[in-house]
Antibody, heavy 125, light 108 residues
Framework: QVQLQQSGPGLVKPSQTLSLTCAIS??????????WNWIRQSPSRGLEWLGR?????????DYAVSVKSRITINPDTSKNQFSLQLNSVTPEDTAVYYC???????????????WGRGTLVTVSS | SYDLTQPPSVSVSPGQTARITCSGD??????AYWYQQKPGQAPVLVIY???ERPSGIPERFSGSSSGTTVTLTISGVQAEDEADYYC???????????FGGGTKLTVL
């Protein structure tokens, strides 16, 4: 049974870096058929896809335009996990952050068949 | 990026059929997906590739597509189906993912 276990702080100060980790069990971060994603949800922005990392003979990353200048998603093959770093956060980044496994039935077309439980991250001093 | 438009709310009595729509210009060219989210829980995939149902999802959940609109149909609605439902698709111009704003299904 594939599971995603999220970890990381629930409170981050403005201008600092939000960091979360998602540990994978039952699948591999190096899978040739899946991608590993971060998605957030807030009352003001709804569900918002942030980005993905995937391995297809080499590592690829894609990021949402809205956060592209501030985001990094990194795989860690030694621990079979992936991480999210979001720099220069503001209160607007307050949200529940989810990691999720993505599958692609067609080029550029992705869906999410497995989600972590979510982490509420509050940006406040 | 572009928008997927859903009605904010749908209400139905137990045993009736609920239909939730999602409209978007790229839907004729891209698959649509549907998620169910109950309070305090992560979303759960209930329909993929417009009309396919993942294993473990009850047969009363079905999906269809016509032009720029996709529809999630729940036949014989049960009280446990009360939740928020989100459609999701892709932006044809890049690799981005787009979610609809969500529809709150109320079982009267």
């Amino acid at each position: 049974q594939v599971q995603l276990q999220q970890s990381g702080p629930g409170l981050v100060k403005p201008s600092q870096t939000l960091s979360l980790t998602c540990a994978i069990s039952g699948d591999s971060v190096s899978s040739n058929s899946a991608a590993w994603n971060w998605i957030r949800q807030s009352p003001s922005r709804g569900l918002e896809w942030l980005g993905r990392t995937c391995y297809r003979s080499k590592w690829y990353n894609d990021y949402a335009v809205s956060v592209k200048s501030r985001i990094t998603i990194n795989p860690d093959t030694s621990k079979n996990q992936f991480s999210l770093q979001l720099n220069s956060v503001t209160p607007e980044d307050t949200a529940v952050y989810y990691c999720a496994r993505g599958m692609s039935p067609a080029p550029t077309n992705w869906y999410f068949d497995l989600w972590g439980r979510g982490t509420l991250v509050t940006v406040s001093s | 990026s572009y928008d997927l438009t859903q009605p904010p709310s749908v209400s139905v009595s137990p045993g009736q059929t609920a239909r939730i729509t999602c409209s978007g210009d790229a839907l004729p060219k891209q698959y649509a997906y549907w998620y169910q989210q109950k309070p305090g829980q992560a979303p759960v995939l209930v329909i993929y590739k417009d009309s396919e149902r993942p294993s473990g999802i009850p047969e009363r959940f079905s999906g269809s597509s016509s032009g720029t609109t996709v529809t999630l149909t729940i036949s014989g609605v049960q009280a446990e189906d009360e939740a928020d439902y989100y459609c999701q698709s892709a932006d044809s111009s890049d690799t981005s993912v787009v979610f609809g704003g969500g529809t709150k299904l109320t079982v009267l």
